[in-house]
T-cell receptor, first 113, second 110 residues
Framework: EAEVAQSPRYKITEKSQAVAFWCDPI?????LYWYRQILGQGPELLVQ????????DSQLPKDRFSAERLKGVDSTLKIQPAELGDSAMYLC???????????FGAGTRLSVL | AQRVTQPEKLLSVFKGAPVELKCNYS??????LFWYVQYSRQRLQLLLR??SRESIKGFTADLNKGETSFHLKKPFAQEEDSAMYYC????????????FGQGTTLQVKP
């Protein structure tokens, strides 16, 4: 079965450094989501793409976070500069359409020291 | 405000015992409710959705709009049911955005 790919699996960085995460959705999936999951909490949506367009980025801290999905396929989430509070699991999910089943990637665990 | 509440962080039962994972929601409209599960070392995956009204792995969940609840139930727990369970809702904005609860760890003891 096809899976959502994410890399890296783990990332350790120092405060004020820049980090980037990559997500490759299942082929053909038009909708792509980035979620952040802080330890002990449920995932929280950061940004949603429909093809290459941002549909919802209301919870994205835009002063330091950016996301792009050029060509409407894979996506990159960037944090610059990283802060201690950014330590979390970053999950990517994709679906054929907004009302279809969502498939989650394994996530990138970020630790900011 | 849109919110999903799972009051129990941990639920521990013995194999064969009934299980009920609680979920309450707050939403001014007609949301769609889901249960997601994450087994150890696996990805988060959909377990069931209320509109399907189906039983998956022996689990069922009924949407109670009066009590704004969507509790997950299974009559006889199995050890392989041990996992983290998340309740989530999707609103009527048609974006597919999921709002998750904090999750409940289900531990089924032999």
């Amino acid at each position: 079965e096809a899976e959502v790919a994410q890399s890296p699996r783990y990332k350790i960085t120092e405060k004020s450094q820049a980090v980037a995460f990559w997500c490759d959705p299942i082929s053909g999936h038009a909708t792509l989501y980035w979620y952040r999951q802080i330890l002990g909490q449920g995932p929280e949506l950061l940004v949603q793409f429909q093809d290459e367009s941002v549909v919802d980025d209301s919870q994205l801290p835009k002063d330091r976070f950016s996301a792009e999905r050029l060509k409407g396929v894979d996506s990159t989430l960037k944090i610059q500069p990283a802060e201690l509070g950014d330590s979390a699991m970053y999950l990517c999910a994709s679906s054929l359409a907004v009302d279809r089943k969502k498939y989650f990637g394994a996530g990138t665990r970020l630790s900011v020291l | 405000a849109q919110r999903v509440t799972q009051p129990e962080k941990l639920l521990s039962v013995f194999k064969g015992a009934p299980v009920e994972l609680k979920c309450n929601y707050s939403y001014s409209g007609s949301p769609e409710l889901f249960w997601y599960v994450q087994y150890s070392r696996q990805r988060l995956q959909l377990l069931l959705r209320h509109i399907s009204r189906e039983s998956i792995k022996g689990f069922t969940a009924d949407l109670n709009k009066g009590e704004t609840s969507f509790h997950l139930k299974k009559p006889f727990a199995q050890e392989e049911d041990s996992a983290m369970y998340y309740c989530a809702l999707s609103g009527s904005s048609n974006t597919g955005k999921l709002i998750f609860g904090q999750g409940t760890t289900l531990q089924v003891k032999p």
